[in-house]
């Protein structure tokens, strides 16, 4: 029974990793056609402001980790938006080279600035024991943090203004300039929002994972698959593409090897994107968010 | 690359050093010597103290004058962590370069990338990095330790203190593997049992399902055989999940990364580890050269590591050989070495085994504790026993192998 | 390439240059130009396949470690001869055979195919990186996970003289320049010509009665095989293969050879592969600039101000002139258009 429970908290927590380090990916897919291949960096970005934070500037982790890498992360990605993306709207695969680009140059700039050395810090949350096994409180934090993502993320796209002019901007941008709206900007500020959601989630990772300017790669391919086999609809299709693949990586982890849980992982969404070509929400949740 | 303020601190004091030499030295009139260590990539943490190490070792003994009269030039290259960049560079400076002796390799896949090349090339190598044994090849002598040196005598003292039932964690290569059956050997030995082995890939960083996996399964101790930057985040998970001080951690490769600079003390106090060489030896010798090393690079030196010291170790057997030789052509050297060279190191004596082409040392069981190891039982003039069970050089001098410990 | 007489002198001049270039520079600098023509017949798999029949390929370092691997584990079990080099050359044509029989006749297009792709050698990668044990061996070849094949049996020329420094080099060009002859004879048959038809509309070919899935299943292939061609020289080339030449790392190189060079051209990857590894090497020497950050610029640069890279540019260049000389403008002759995409 101990050992179920703890299986069930660490399938939630893989689950809870995923969304964070993919849901700012799925926005920006979902929202704009725009495939970020500088994602990863982005996550790398956040946990670079939250170990520094900590470390150097002697600020409070949290503050660090839910404030300072979203804003300065965020901020990053808005300057990008500017300089490279917002030239290649409608050009699908060349966003995705260019950003490829710019995440090959945003690792070789930090290798430069920090040095190519595993960096970190630790949780100050206590152990949590269940029977006689215990895990590590972060993993709780983590769970948490996913769920109110999802939860804001939803109300953001259904109840505000800002939603419902994105939303309506992903299905006819044409239309959206006419009313008057500003296609451009709702795209930049969706990228943006997008980079801090993924500052977010490297912030939110570093108390459990070593930073390395090259750690985003093993981030990108994982978010990237995540995302395409979720579909276009941003937050059921990456419920659900999380809740599969987190539950698989976590079980055939437990009954295997980490890798063969990297490898269950990635010959599953091969085998969704065959089936499902337009990810899941192409063919279920129809008309969600 | 980047060039942080240490490394250039050291290449600046190190220019110093060599200023101080007699410049009686025309160009074509230098000893060439390679280093080929990681100083980038995950596993800079090992490498960085070895190349800067073979730095020191180099300007030490030109500014005592050379080798037979020439000043020694260190040509260094940073293969990046990638076994890709070992097999280009061993061939781009046995080719071009033309030393007389390569120092090169921190993992052992690394080492079997660069040990056929060098040997094909007539290029003589040294492996200084401790390891898993076995290695039989007339061409590398390998100055570390191996598993009888270290891993027994830290299996014993773990089990005479904890229990019978081990749990191994280990790097998924070669010296993971290999290791791996030495702890489980050297377990069963003392009639105990190894309740689980598992081994993680150099880039997995997350262990939580291998945490709850040992938790379950309750052993008296966990036995570490991992490496590099990413599996340090084993020790801070284990911290994290409660289990520092419930569950006994032994490992021969923590500290050898600077993991308990690196890392908080409260996440690793207590662990125990099994090494040749401590920066807080005592004796004169390892005094003076603490001392020295410091003025080249600097107070704040993180730590002397072990793999640094075998480097620096293995600099000093080949310069005592080039000396008894008179010159450096490869096989007079070799056969120098062969003739049982000895030094007075500052791990204390250490003496080629010229059967094996590995070495006799002292170890060291230590305590982790606080940003230093604490010297808990010291044993003299361990021989390479797993190795010359198998391997006999004197005998066999065209041997040209690895070879594995049977189960 | 409208010119037979200027192809003919062009390829007898890069023949002789080539044979020559041994002389005049250090063996270790032979050494270096080996693995820089390895790597263009690498670039030119991807300038055929991506460049001129449209498949958009982010995982293509698969095949060439696939290459890598099958010559390396068969030379380790048959020696190295010319069973080790078809091998290298059918198992990666193969698995691109049943990978794009997978996909084409999925009917799964453009970015999919990308994901995909980047997805399979991401398996790979993984998968070889984790077979260390002694228990993973292909008959006598231990795969070795990590630690990679080390000691590879290297080839000899067939009257079993062992293959120098400079052999290497003289039989790197020689498969370079046979693979470009090849893809550019297959282009001119009418298969290659529905090949591009297919990149320049996929619909209107398919509407036309040609059996798209098939000629991609074709195309995708044959760069498999060319791909792992490459593979097998580069296992020669070290006499070792490692897991790292299935990785992003690899594959985002391949990309931005092409990418530089042009997509549509041939010659033009090839060239700036070759110039792009030398720069590479001329920046790794130094420490101040990361090589990665360079190249990255480069990517993004080219996609944004020249994303039909280098070689129409410098093709344009005659014309300009020429039409500066005459004195007055002329219009840009239409080239080897690249595949530009135009979808969302």
């Known amino acids: 029974m101990d050992f179920a429970s703890i299986l069930a908290i660490e399938i939630l927590g893989s689950i809870a990793i995923l969304v964070l380090i993919s849901i700012g990916l799925a926005v920006v897919f979902g929202m704009m056609k725009v495939i970020n291949m500088a994602h990863g960096e982005f996550i790398m970005l956040g946990g670079y402001v939250t170990i520094f934070g900590t470390t150097h500037a002697g600020l409070n982790i949290w503050f660090c980790i839910l404030v300072l890498s979203p804003l300065i992360v965020g901020l990053v990605g808005l300057v990008l938006e500017w300089l490279v993306v917002r030239h290649l709207y409608g050009r699908m695969i060349d966003t995705m080279l260019a950003t490829w680009g710019l995440s090959l140059a945003i690792v070789g700039l930090m290798t430069m600035l920090v040095g190519n050395t595993t960096t970190g810090i630790s949780t100050p949350l206590p152990s949590v024991a269940i029977g006689k096994f215990s895990t590590s409180g972060h993993v709780f934090f983590l769970i948490a943090l996913a769920t109110f993502v999802i939860i804001a993320l939803a109300c953001l796209f259904k109840f505000t203004t800002f939603g419902l002019t994105a939303r309506a901007t992903t299905q006819d941008a044409n239309m959206v300039a006419n009313l008057g709206g500003n296609p451009r900007r709702i795209y930049a500020v969706t990228f943006g929002l997008g980079a801090a959601l993924a500052g977010l989630g490297g912030g939110a990772l570093a108390p459990i994972i070593g930073v390395i300017p090259t750690i985003g790669i093993t981030y990108i391919a994982k978010a990237f698959i995540t995302v395409i086999s979720g579909g276009a609809t941003v937050i059921a299709g990456n419920l659900a593409a999380t809740s599969l693949f987190g539950t698989i990586n976590q079980l055939f982890t437990y009954w295997y090897t980490p890798i063969i849980g990297e490898v269950a992982l990635l010959v599953c969404a091969v085998i969704l994107i065959r089936l499902l070509p337009q990810g899941i929400t192409g063919r279920f949740f129809k008309g969600t968010i | 690359m980047a060039l942080n303020r240490r490394q250039l601190l050291g290449t600046a004091a190190a220019a110093a050093a060599m200023t101080q030499v007699p410049r009686a030295y025309a160009q074509s009139d230098s000893i060439v010597v390679s280093s080929i260590y990681d100083q980038s990539g995950g596993l800079d943490v090992y490498g960085k103290p070895v190349a800067d190490l073979v730095r020191f070792a180099v300007a030490e003994q030109n500014a005592k004058g050379g080798l037979l009269g020439k000043e020694i030039v260190l040509k260094e290259y940073d293969p990046q962590s990638n076994n890709q960049l070992y097999a280009q560079f061993a061939k781009r400076t046995a080719l071009a370069d033309k030393p007389a002796a390569v120092f090169a390799g921190i993992t052992s896949s690394s080492r079997e990338v660069v040990r056929p090349i060098l040997r094909q090339a007539k290029t003589l190598y040294f492996y200084t990095t401790q390891y898993e044994g076995g290695v039989c090849d007339r061409n590398i002598f390998c100055t570390g330790v191996t598993p009888a040196q270290t891993v027994q005598k830290l299996v014993n003292h773990t089990m005479a203190k904890t229990g019978k039932k081990a749990y191994i964690v280990a790097a998924d290569y070669n010296y993971g593997q290999i290791t791996a059956d030495w702890v489980k050997k050297f377990t069963l030995d003392n009639g105990g049992e190894v309740l689980n082995t598992e081994f993680f890939p150099l880039d997995v960083a997350d262990f939580g399902s291998s945490i709850s996996k040992i938790q379950a399964a309750n052993p008296d101790f966990v036995y570490s055989a991992l490496v590099g930057g990413a599996h340090m985040s084993f020790y801070r998970q284990w911290k994290a999940a409660g289990m520092l001080g419930k569950i006994q951690l032994s490992s021969t490769t923590f500290a050898g990364g600077n993991e308990h600079i690196a890392l908080p003390a409260e996440e690793y106090n207590g662990h125990w580890i099994c090494q040749n060489y401590l920066q807080e030896l005592p004796g004169e010798r390892n005094k003076k050269l603490v001392a020295d090393f410091h003025k080249m690079f600097g107070e704040d030196y993180p730590y002397i590591t072990e793999l640094g010291m075998g480097a620096y170790q293995a600099f000093l057997l080949w310069a005592a050989a080039v000396e008894k030789a008179g010159t450096v052509d490869r096989m007079a050297v070799i056969e120098a070495l062969e003739t049982g060279i000895s030094v007075d190191a500052p791990s204390g004596r250490v003496t080629v085994d010229p059967a094996t082409h590995h070495t006799i040392v002292d170890v060291h069981v230590s305590e982790a504790r606080d940003k230093q190891l604490n010297l808990i039982e010291k044993f003299e003039q361990q021989p390479p026993a797993d190795t010359s069970a198998v391997c006999d050089l004197i005998n066999n001098p065209d041997d040209n192998q690895q070879y594995v410990i049977e189960l | ?344």
């Open chain 3, 1 to 344: 390439m409208k010119n037979p007489v200027l192809n003919i002198s062009s390829l007898v001049g890069v023949i002789v240059l080539a044979f020559a270039i041994p002389y005049f520079v250090e063996a270790f600098t032979v050494l270096n130009f080996t693995v820089y023509i390895i790597m263009a017949i690498l670039s030119l798999s991807l300038a055929f396949v991506w460049g001129m029949g449209g498949i958009m390929v982010l995982g293509h370092s698969a095949f060439f470690g696939l290459g890598a691997y099958a010559y390396a584990i068969a030379a380790v079990n048959f020696g190295p001869g010319w069973e080790a080099v078809t091998l290298s050359m059918l198992v990666p044509a193969t698995f691109a055979a049943l990978l794009g029989y997978f996909m084409f006749y999925g009917r799964i297009s453009d970015i999919y195919v990308g994901v995909i792709t980047l997805a399979v050698t991401l398996i790979l990668f993984n998968l070889i990186n984790s077979t260390s044990g002694p228990q993973y061996k292909i008959g006598s070849a231990p795969i070795g996970g990590y630690n990679g094949i080390t000691a590879v049996p290297t080839l000899s020329w067939p009257n079993g003289n062992f293959i120098d420094i400079n052999g290497m080099f003289y039989l790197s060009v020689g498969l370079l320049i046979l693979s470009y002859l090849f893809i550019r004879y297959y282009l001119s048959t009418r298969y290659g010509k529905v090949t591009v038809a297919i990149r320049e509309n996929e619909r209107r070919a398919e509407l036309l009665g040609y059996n798209v899935a098939q000629s991609k299943l074709i195309t995708f292939s044959i760069g498999g095989a060319i791909a792992g061609l490459a593979g097998c020289m580069f296992a020669n080339w070290g006499s070792f293969v490692g897991p790292t030449i299935f990785g992003l790392v690899q594959s985002a190189q391949i990309i931005i050879w092409v990418i530089v060079g042009g997509r549509g051209t041939l010659i033009g990857p090839i060239l700036s592969c070759i110039a792009i590894q030398w720069m590479t090497t001329q920046l790794g020497m130094q420490q101040v600039v990361n090589v990665g950050f360079v190249l990255g610029i480069v990517l993004t640069i080219f996609v944004l101000l020249v994303p039909s890279g280098l070689a129409p540019l410098l093709a344009k260049i005659p014309n300009v002139v020429r039409s500066r000389l005459n004195g007055k403008p002329k219009e840009d002759v239409a080239l080897g258009s690249p595949a530009e995409e135009g979808q969302t």
